[in-house]
């Protein structure tokens, strides 16, 4: 564990401020399931104790939503410690079915999904009338090939209207990996060849967990946008009616309290209809549940995260609106009242 990671457990002096607002501890109610117990654990795995699955039930429930870093009296970073963590024990071949899984589908195959499928077939033939190079490019990201691969066509279409286009060849950003303590190298400098080849000063992506993958844990700083991002500043190009709805909106973590993003999507929201927030909002926001690789290996508690998170939509909305695809799966899965939409699912329904 490196000095910056040790100085992070040192500064922790248990005061468990962390512990009465991760949403893991909120559902499952071990200590060990908390950020201050997680610390604990991370220290013992510095001092080279073993893992057992108790280990990693501790380290591999955390969602890394980073709500505990950011209320932190004492200023240690829970999320890298905790990150770290999982990582030294895969250095020393100790993960769970589910972290090798992850690791093995998306270095073998691109994504972490095992799908064995041309990955822009979202594109149909399109691919081939595409410019080479662009000053912006859209990331699609795995969710958004295999899993919503028409919301991704419809994301595109839109994008290239401004001159966007694609990789030749994305594979996974690492992100699974990263916060699973698994080594994405490969994936990364295969995609950041990529990135170099399209000649793009700017990378476009809807989704939370590519958005800081691509801007924070790559090794070469790049410019990295959110696809509400893009569309807020261009707004006024587009043909917009005004829709007789209130939404809601869930703020994925990796987007909004990770990296800052919170009103492009509200601009978005407020140039097609009403917002009316939920209880927990912006820095303070509820995590979805699904980060960390908690949806891979524990989707139990990643079903009650998203049950507690669904309980904050106001009564009178029409739908739920999120910006990211591994948000909008998970709060599904916890059965909401209401729709779950993507961003660009609700501007699509104002362009008519
Ligand atoms: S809030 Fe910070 S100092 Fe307090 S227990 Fe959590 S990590 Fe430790
Ligand atoms: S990052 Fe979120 S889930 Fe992980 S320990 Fe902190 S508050 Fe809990």
Redesign the pocket.
Known sequence: MNGYNMRSIL?????????SLCPVFDVVGWESAS??GR?LVAHGISQGMDADEGVFKSLNTCTTCGL?EQ????G?S?VKVIENARHQLVLRGKMTDAQRSLRSEALEKGNPLGEATERMSWLGDSKKHLPQKADYVFFAGCLGSYRYPELTKRTFEILKKFGVTVLQDEVCCGSPLLRTGSDPSDLISNNLEQIKQSGAHTIITGCAGCYTALKNDYPEKMSVIHVSEFLAERLAEMDISKLDLKVTYHDPCHLGRCNGVFDAPRQIIGSICDLEEMKSNREKSKCCGAGGGVLKGYPDISLAISKSRLEEIPKDVDYLVTACPLCRTNLKRGNPAVGVLDIIDLLEMAMG
């Open positions: 500064k922790c002096v248990r005061c468990g401020t962390c512990r950020s201050r610390m505990c209320t932190c009296p004492s240690a829970p």
